[in-house]
């Protein structure tokens, strides 16, 4: 049984930062590729960074603002976010993508709300 647990999320003043952190359970995380993705109200669903042993990916809206790491030894990825916009308001999931697959586990997303 694969979990992912985000925790991490709030209410920030635009500017301000904010750490989201994704536990995963189960033995799929150093075999898998993780994904920060965020759905605001009345949005699609959009992938905000990925991660994978060697690569990292950033949407344009969120590059050089926030930073995706992963600690394989803690099964924990992280979304780091500076300068916080009131646009970047959403509910942030984690995805974990095994590699080889196309299946994806989601996590069940943790609100973060930047007020201007």
């Known amino acids: 049984q694969v979990q992912l647990v985000e925790s991490g999320g709030g209410l920030v003043q635009a500017g301000g930062s904010l750490r989201l952190s994704c536990l995963a359970s189960?033995?799929?995380?150093?075999?898998?590729?993780m994904e920060w993705y965020r759905q605001a109200p009345g949005k699609q669903r959009e992938l905000v960074a990925a991660?994978?042993?060697?690569?990292?990916n950033y949407a344009h809206s969120v590059k050089g603002r926030f930073t995706i790491s992963r600690d394989n030894a803690e099964n924990t990825a992280y979304l780091q976010m500076s300068s916080l916009k009131p646009e970047d308001t959403a509910v942030y999931y984690c995805?974990?993508?095994?590699?080889?697959?196309?299946?994806?586990?989601w996590g069940q997303g943790t609100q973060v709300t930047v007020s201007s």
């Open positions: 995805a974990a993508v095994p590699y080889g697959s196309t299946w994806r586990y």
């Open positions: 189960g033995s799929i995380f150093s075999g898998s590729a």
């Open positions: 991660i994978t042993s060697s690569n990292t």
